[in-house]
């Protein structure tokens, strides 16, 4: 089965500075890949997905990177917020294999945005 | 807005005694999920309803039930918590293997 790999587990950061959590996957039929900000006592929320046909996502603050060959990928968080404080989990899945619990966790980051 | 909403949000239980979390969603997914989260841990699926079939992951201890009645509304029943089953509860949704939506979650406490 698919094993994810999830690194740093803790980041600290000033506010401003940018945010780098890196994730690697086992499972080459992966192919979908999003990455959930959990705030403390709330679920999940996914935050930025990215599939396997796409090299890089960006949306405002916050990227995807995709490498296929390594697998890895990796969320980047820049200018960071004390609001960005969270932990975030990646995550992977081969979303065409028609089986809906194939999705699998890495292990989580601590990101503290120091004000 | 279309979301899932998970009842109660605190839930305070004896050791043993029987309880049962709800969720809803109104976003017309067919894939239902119950996942448990302990404390720094990634959440961990218990099981699933892919439209009307029940899905069981293998390690689900059997004292852990689920039931959906209908499209928008599933449950998780604890036969008999005991200490170690004190955990967030997470519902979540999907639309066939589609990106999953996660409800708000219940804390479980077993006293």
């Known amino acids: 089965g698919e094993n994810v790999e999830q690194h740093p587990s803790t980041l600290s950061v000033q506010e401003g500075d940018s945010a780098v959590i890196k994730c690697t996957y086992s499972d080459s039929a992966s192919n979908y890949f999003p990455w959930y900000k959990q705030e403390l006592g709330k679920g999940p929320q996914l935050i930025i997905d990215i599939r396997s046909n796409v090299g890089e996502k960006k949306d405002q603050r916050i990227a995807v990177t995709l490498n296929k060959t390594a697998k890895h990928f990796s969320l980047h968080i820049t200018e960071t917020q004390p609001e960005d404080s969270a932990v975030y989990f990646c995550a992977a899945t081969p979303i065409s294999s028609g089986s809906a619990r194939q999705l699998t966790f890495g292990s989580g980051t601590q990101l503290t945005v120091l004000p | 807005d279309a979301m899932v909403i998970q009842n109660p949000r605190y839930q305070v239980t004896q050791f043993g005694k029987p309880v049962t979390l709800s969720c809803s969603q109104t976003?017309?997914?067919?894939?239902m999920y119950w996942y448990q989260q302990k404390s720094s841990q990634a959440p961990k699926l218990l099981f699933h309803y892919y439209d009307k079939d029940f899905n069981n992951e293998a390690d689900t201890p059997d004292n852990f039930q689920s039931r959906r009645p209908n499209t928008s509304f599933c449950f998780l029943d604890i036969r008999s918590p005991g200490l170690g089953d004190a955990a967030m509860y997470l519902c979540?949704?999907?639309?066939?293997?589609?990106?999953?939506?996660f409800g708000p979650g219940t804390r479980l406490t077993v006293l």
């Open positions: 976003l017309n997914h067919n894939v």
């Open positions: 979540a949704t999907s639309r066939s293997t589609g990106t999953r939506v």
